[in-house]
């Protein structure tokens, strides 16, 4: 599903060279569930805009399904993430004063989906993480945790190859964290793939694999 090989990421300031990732080398199997960590600067960050196509790595290769996304131009990039990733982030990314249902329904509405058959689909994404009575709540009527849930339920709405999940329990509290952990997992068995970075060691240990990153540089995997 994942192969990043020899990727290094270089930042150019003038002069000065900063490199975020170095040599970096490794697979994610589909259907796997695994957590990135690493400490602040460590180039996880970097990792995941790599993974998420958001950026292009200075060297190296990143194939993504069969697509060769390292040399990609932005409009391709973009393309890219609307058609195989999903994203959770952890600031939710809500649109502030739309509904859950619209909220969930919107990629679909820019993937050109009907509009009768993506509001079924995100109803029934919503049930299914547990916000079935909650479609016609705006974010700012939902807990952190609810607003989570909404964001997962969008992240499922274009049917992704992966889930690209950035500290997704890093706004909410312990007991929520849980929660939406306990949603990762279900979808994990029920096929779909997960990449996360987290910093939390009990946040990783709900992924099945870990990779540590240090100093751009993997360390274990």
Do not use: C, W
């Not at 990727?7 to 697979?27: G, P, Q």
């Not at 809500?94 to 993937?111: C, S």
């Not at 479609?135 to 190859?161: D, E, F, K, Y």
């Not at 690209?164 to 779909?192: R, V």
């Amino acid at each position: 599903m994942i192969q990043i090989s020899h990727v290094s990421k270089i930042y150019r300031n003038d002069s000065v060279e900063t490199a975020a990732l170095s040599d970096v080398s490794f697979e994610i199997k589909r259907g796997e569930f695994v957590a990135i960590m690493g400490p602040s600067g460590s180039g996880k960050s970097t990792l995941m805009h790599v993974i998420g196509a958001l950026d292009t790595p200075t060297s190296g290769e990143y194939i993504l399904d069969g697509e060769n996304v390292s040399k990609l131009k932005d409009d391709e990039l973009a393309d890219i993430r609307n058609r195989k990733i999903g994203f959770v982030f952890q600031a939710f990314n809500l649109l502030p004063r739309t509904t859950a249902l619209k909220n969930v329904a919107l990629p679909m509405a820019y993937g050109g989906v009907p509009k009768e058959e993506r509001v079924k689909k995100a109803r029934k994404l919503l049930e299914m993480v547990g916000l079935g009575d909650r479609l016609n709540h705006t974010p700012s009527q939902l807990s952190g945790g609810q607003q989570q849930r909404v964001a997962i339920a969008r992240s499922l709405a274009m049917n992704p190859s992966i889930l690209l999940a950035d500290e997704p329990t890093g706004n909410i509290a312990t007991t929520q964290a849980e929660e939406i952990m306990g949603i990762f997992q279900n979808l994990n068995e029920e096929g779909h793939t997960i990449v996360m970075i987290t910093h939390e060691p009990n946040i990783a240990e709900h992924a099945k694999r870990v990779i540590h990153l240090r100093d751009g540089k993997i360390v274990k995997k």
